[in-house]
Structure formats: C-alpha cells, structure tokens
C-alpha cells in the first residue's frame, strides 16, 4: 500500500532517522534534487523534505529527518508498516547535471542524506565524484557507507577529530581544489553556515558552486512566500525556483535572518507536544 513505512533506522538515537516508503508513482519520476511533501495525520502540518534516495524498481524512497519540532516528532512515532497519510512529490527543480567532470559534493549534518542522492546522480552521469562529509563527531556522520558504494573518493572530517581529519570540510575542499584544477562544479548540502563558508573557499579558484536552501522551504509549492531568497539581487522561492541556486549569489546574511524568525514557535510547540505525551503515558 502506497506511503507505507517499509523501513524504518534509527541513525542516531532520538534525534535522526532514515524512513524506506513505498510510494511507487514517486519513485518512479524523482530525480537527484527533489523532495516531497508529507503530512502525517489530519491535524499535522506539511512539511518538506528532500529525497535521499530512490528505488524505482521496488517503488520506494528513501528520507532521513533531524527530530526537531512537533511534526518531525510525530514521525518519529511512526515505526514499520505504518501509514504516512499524504505524501505528495516529486516537488522542485531537480539537480543540473552535466557529465565528463570531476564535481565535488559536499554535505553536513542530515544534508549528508540529500546530498548522497545528488552525487549518485553525477555518479550515474560519469562525472568523477568526490565526496567531502563532516559532522562534529564520529557517532554524528551519516551515510559513510553508502556514498562509498559508488564514489571513488569518500573525504572526512570530524570537529573533535574523533573519525578523519580534525577540523571542518572546508579545510579537505580547499586542499583539493588547490591540488586538482580539473573540478568542475562543487555541490554542498548542509546547515547554511557550512554552505556559506562553502561558498566563500570556491569562490577564489571560480568553481561553479550550487548550494541546496531546503530548509527554509515550508508549504513547498509556492503559496505561501515563506521561503523567499535573493538570489543574484533577485528574489527567488526556494521551492519552486530551486532548491538549488549559485552559491556565490545567494545572500547567506539575509537567509540566515529569515531561518530563525520560527524557532522560537516551533520550540514551543514542540515542548508542548512533548509534554502531552509524557500526560498520556501516565
């Protein structure tokens, strides 16, 4: 039955989690890029997330989610063989990607997911794929064994230096742009800060750069302005005209702004949720 939970792995306990789901009509028209929208009940709200791999010959996809505020929450109470109740997608503009390169594709945090699902994409098309994962411990990095299944070249860097390279993915992109001038494109997918600076180390060498501002997107089709971006002194809806835009035209200052005008609200709702469950359990 479509949007049935066919998988369900706990990558770090009580705060993230990759979901397998069948939905076939989905899988069969998603590209690197793309994400979805889902609702889990009638009184949940919609939310995007972007696709971290597909299987069109089993009709499934595949997201991972960070346990953040209520709706996230409320997933993570799903387990396997349970319904998600609308799931609606492929939404955005999938990844360009052009072949007979060497692209480098940079992730953090949960966008190590989305990310692996670009690469695959540059993988399939030829391109010589490098990917550059962090995260601020060993126990915190994501999808290290997936990526290796087709890059040649997986690099790594840990904030405590407890896995890799002590220090950030910036320090690993950077010795590899100075070392190899024949990249063509980097890509990075992760917190914006990290995106950001990103940016800032490609810029120097003039590397084409595309970031991924999934996370500022919220009704995911336009509607309601929310995940508005200047881009290149233009404004551009993150959901309809990317999520993918030029890094080096993006205004990270503006974005950063704009992603924290909700956190207070969601905390809140997500401290009440959690109070009503601990009222329930009693």
């Known amino acids: 039955m479509s949007n049935t939970i066919v998988k369900k792995e706990r990558l770090i306990l009580g705060q993230t989690s990759k979901l397998v789901i069948e939905a076939p009509h989905i899988a069969a028209k998603a590209e690197p890029g793309s994400f979805i929208i889902l609702r889990v009940c009638e009184q949940g709200e919609r939310i995007p997330l972007t696709i971290a791999d597909t299987d069109k010959e089993n009709g499934t996809i595949t997201i991972v989610y960070l346990v953040l505020g209520k709706s996230t929450a409320l997933l ?3 387990n396997e063989g349970d319904q998600i109740l609308d799931l609606c997608g492929p939404l955005g503009k999938a990844t360009h990607i052009e072949s007979g390169g060497t692209v480098i594709c940079v992730g953090g945090g949960t966008g190590i997911a989305a990310m692996h699902h670009i690469a695959k994409g540059h ?7 490098v990917a550059i994962i962090g995260a601020r411990t060993k126990e915190l990095l994501l999808f290290e064994k997936e990526l290796k299944a087709f890059a040649p ?22 010795e590899r742009l100075e070392a190899d001038k024949s990249i063509t494109e980097v890509v990075a997918v992760g917190p914006v800060p990290m995106m950001e600076a990103v940016a800032r180390t490609t810029e120097p060498f003039g590397v084409k750069t595309t970031v991924s501002l999934n996370s500022i997107m919220v009704d995911g089709i336009g509607m309601c302005g929310a995940c508005r971006v200047t881009v290149g002194n233009e404004t551009r809806f993150a959901c309809v005209d990317g999520p993918e835009f030029d890094g080096h035209k993006v205004d990270f200052a503006e974005l950063r702004q704009r992603l924290g005008a909700f956190k207070v609200l969601e905390r809140e709702s997500y401290d009440h949720h959690c109070r009503c469950r601990c009222n329930e359990n009693k």
């Open 76 to 78: 993570e109470e799903l």
């Open 123 to 129: 993988h399939r098309a030829g391109n010589h794929v």
């Open 153 to 174: 070249e997986v690099l790594i860097s840990t904030d405590d230096g407890s896995y890799g390279r002590k220090g950030l993915v910036t320090e690993l992109l950077k």
